[in-house]
């Protein structure tokens, strides 16, 4: 199965941006439709940015519409996620995921590989 390594989290001022990428080993990405997830401290997981296999269709929450973009590099086997205006409450733990279930989906259960995750931390 597909393996996933996240990178690019770190500590930031309110305002700031970072740069996320995930990087797939073991299988191509080309065929799996890839998400963002992140979970605060005491908050459950929730999801963050999806796109579709191909890139042209992509899907985000409400709360990062706007701010965040995730792209994707098939080549690279890479999945990034673009973060602008940075928020405290953007701080959390941010995973890569992968599902073969065929459809764009904001839903945890529908994938099946999940990286460890990179740390995310915006200060006021």
């Known amino acids: 199965q597909v393996q996933l390594v996240e990178s690019g989290g770190g500590l930031v001022q309110a305002g700031d941006s970072l740069r996320l990428s995930c990087l797939a080993s073991?299988?191509?990405?080309?065929?799996?439709?890839m998400g963002w997830f992140r979970q605060a401290p005491g908050k459950d997981r929730e999801f963050v940015a999806a796109i579709s296999h191909s890139g042209r269709t992509t899907y985000y929450a409400d709360s990062v519409k706007g701010r965040f973009t995730i792209s994707r590099d098939n080549a690279k086997n890479t999945v990034y996620l673009q973060m602008n205006s940075l928020k405290p409450e953007d701080t959390a733990v941010y995973y890569c995921?992968?599902?073969?279930?065929?459809?764009?989906?904001?839903?945890?259960?529908?994938?099946?590989?999940w990286g460890q995750g990179t740390q995310v931390t915006v200060s006021s």
């Open positions: 995921a992968a599902n073969t279930a065929g459809v764009i989906s904001k839903l945890s259960y529908n994938y099946q590989n």
């Open positions: 073991l299988y191509s990405i080309s065929n799996y439709y």
